[in-house]
């Protein structure tokens, strides 16, 4: 089975609901902006897919860690887990990723992420299970903000 979320990099909101079903070669090149304008190859960074990791509850308590950001201003930040498209779109829900939760994770030193992944854990065992995943998340944040690339998060349905 297919992991329940997909993070992955994109130009843009029109530019990562083209690229949710991640036709871009893993790792490769491909169009600027699927159906756009853009340029004609781009690097895309690896996509992480885990189970672990909710675009909503953990990514908006992991943001609050990293940033010391409260939760109201990020649940107010107009990328906090918003769904693109419209309702019926036909598709997996594809969400955006805070700026905030980018620069945090792409600048977090690895202590950093370890202290905030045990904080935003329910128990010492899902810390210990999840620190690989969110470690993985901070690379595609890192390689993504070097590639002036926002961050998104495809949900299984």
């Known amino acids: 089975m297919p992991a329940a979320f997909v ?7 029109l530019a990562a609901l083209d690229l949710v079903d991640l036709r871009v070669a893993v790792g490769g090149t491909g169009p600027g902006h699927p159906g ?16 672990r990791v909710d675009p909503v509850l953990r990514c908006s308590r992991l943001e609050e860690l990293l940033t010391a950001r ?6 107010a930040d107009h990328r906090s887990a918003r769904a693109l498209g419209p309702p ?3 598709g997996p829900l594809v969400v955006t990723v805070t700026r905030g939760l980018q620069h945090a994770l792409a600048t977090a030193t ?7 992944v045990a904080a935003s ?7 210990w299970r999840d620190r690989p995943d969110v470690h993985r998340l901070a690379r595609l944040a890192r390689e993504a903000l070097a590639a002036d690339l926002l961050l998104y998060c495809r949900v299984r349905a």
């Open 88 to 90: 019926d779109r036909p």
């Open 70 to 75: 409260t939760h109201a201003e990020v649940a």
């Open 110 to 116: 690895a202590a950093d992420l370890r202290d905030a």
């Open 121 to 127: 854990a329910d128990t010492d065992r899902a810390a």
């Open 7 to 13: 993070y992955y990099a994109a130009v843009d909101d």
């Open 36 to 51: 756009g304008d853009g340029p004609p190859a781009r690097r895309f960074p690896r996509p992480v897919f885990t189970d």
